[in-house]
C-alpha cells in the first residue's frame, strides 16, 4: 500500500487573473506531480460573495469566504495564497505570518522596501515557508537557460539586454484600473511586468550594483473605471493615471556585466513580450515568453561556418520540469509555469526550508524597483548594493 500524503490545506485571496492561475495550478500539480506534500484547495475569498462564490464553484474551492482575516483565522487551513491587488500583500502577508500559515504572494512583494522587509522577517520569524510569484523563473527553458550558466556554457557573461513588451495601453480609451493607481498598485510597469524580467536577471546573472533609470508617463489620463452606478455623463470622465507607463534603465551588476532594461505597456504589436538575451565570453541565450519552450543559444566554439544561433526546443526528459509533462516535443505552456513553481513550494514544505524566489528574493527585487524609482526622480545613478547589504 502507497504511504499517505500529506495535505495542506489552501485558503487563497483573490479570484481574478491570478486566481485562476493559481486555482489551476492547485487542481493539476498532483495530476503531474508525484509529490509527497499535497493540496487542499480548502477556501477561497474575495469581498463579493456573488462572485467569489462563483469563483469557488468554477475553479473547484471546497467553500469560500467574504472575509480574508477570518479565512487566516480559519484553524483548517496551513497555507495562504496571497493572489490580489498590491496595496493588500503586507496586511494580510503579516497576518498569514502571525497566525503561521505558510505563504504564497504575488509580486511585487509590496508597495515599498519597509513593508517588504517587515514581511520577509514575519515569515522568518513565524517559521513559514514563503515564496514569490515570479512564475516566469519556472518555464523549463530559463530553469535550462540557468543550469547552462552555472555549467559555466557561456563563460563570463558581459551584457545581459530584457524587455518586458505589452501594447495594453496603447489604447488611450481603455480606461482606469487598479494597475494605474499609484494608491493600489504601488509603481506602474516597473512593479508589475518590469519586476519580472529583473528577477530573471538577477536568477540568471546575479545581483545588481547600480542603476540609472528613466521614466515615463505618456497617457495622463484614462477614462475612469466602470462602475455598475455610472451614468453616462460620468462614463466620459477622465481620471489621471498616477504611475510610470514607460521605463527604461542601465545597469552594472556585481559580477562584472553590464545591462539595459526597458518596461513599457506602450510598445505596439507586443502582446506579453518578457525576453532576454545574455552574452557571455564562451556563449550566447536568448529567449522570449512569447515563444517560452524555445531557448535560443549560441556557442563560441561551435565549428565555424556552421556557428550561429539554434534553438533547442526544452520539451526533453533532460529540461527541467519537462518530463512532468508530456513526450518530447508537446509543448506546455503560461499555466504550468505555475504548477512548477508550486511544485518547488510543496517540496519546500517537506523539506522545512522556502524555495527561491521567496520573500528574500521579494525584498531584494522591492529594492531594486525603489532605486530605480529613485534614480529616475534624481537623474542619478543609485548603488543597489549598499541597499540590499
Ligand atoms: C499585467 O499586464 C500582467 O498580467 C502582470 O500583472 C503579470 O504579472 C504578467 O505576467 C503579465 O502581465
Known sequence: MSEEKKEIRVGMIG?????????????????FFNLNVVPVMKAISGRNEAKVKEAAQAFGWESYETDWRKLIERDDIDMIDIATPNNMHYEMAIAAAKAGKHIICEKPLAMNTRQAKEMYDAACKSGSIHMICHNYRFAPAVQFAKRLIEQNRLGK?????????????????????????????????????????????????????????????????????????????????????TVEDAAALIARFENGAIGTFEATKLAGGNLNGNR??????????????????????????????????????????????????????????????????????????????????????????????????????????????????
Open 15 to 31: 479570484y481574478k487573473f491570478m486566481g485562476k492561475a493559481h486555482s489551476n495550478a492547485y487542481r493539476n500539480l498532483p495530476f
Open 276 to 389: 532576454f538575451e545574455i552574452n557571455g565570453e564562451k556563449g550566447s541565450i536568448r529567449w522570449d515568453l512569447e515563444n517560452l519552450n524555445n531557448l535560443e543559444v549560441y556557442f563560441t566554439d561551435d565549428e565555424p561556418g556552421i556557428r550561429g544561433y539554434r534553438t533547442i526546443n526544452c520539451t526533453e526528459k533532460y529540461h527541467p520540469y519537462a518530463e512532468a509533462y508530456w513526450p518530447v516535443g508537446h509543448i506546455i505552456g503560461y499555466e504550468h509555469t505555475f504548477i512548477n513553481l508550486l511544485s518547488d513550494f510543496f517540496n519546500g514544505i517537506e523539506q522545512g526550508s522556502s524555495p527561491r524566489p521567496n520573500f528574500e528574493d521579494g525584498l531584494r527585487n522591492q529594492i531594486l524597483l525603489e532605486s530605480i524609482e529613485e534614480s529616475a526622480a534624481k537623474k542619478v545613478w543609485i548603488n543597489v548594493s549598499e541597499k540590499s547589504n
Open 157 to 241: 557573461i558581459n551584457h545581459v539586454r530584457g524587455t518586458y513588451l505589452q501594447d495594453v495601453y496603447l489604447d488611450t480609451e481603455s480606461p482606469i484600473t487598479w494597475r494605474t493607481r499609484k494608491e493600489i498598485t504601488g509603481l506602474g510597469v516597473l512593479g508589475d511586468i518590469g519586476s519580472h524580467n529583473l528577477d530573471l536577471a538577477r536568477f540568471l546573472v546575479g545581483e545588481f550594483q547600480e542603476v540609472a533609470a528613466l521614466t515615463e508617463t505618456f497617457v495622463n489620463q484614462r477614462p475612469a473605471a466602470e462602475s455598475e452606478n455610472q451614468n453616462e455623463a460620468d462614463k466620459k470622465q477622465m481620471e489621471d493615471v
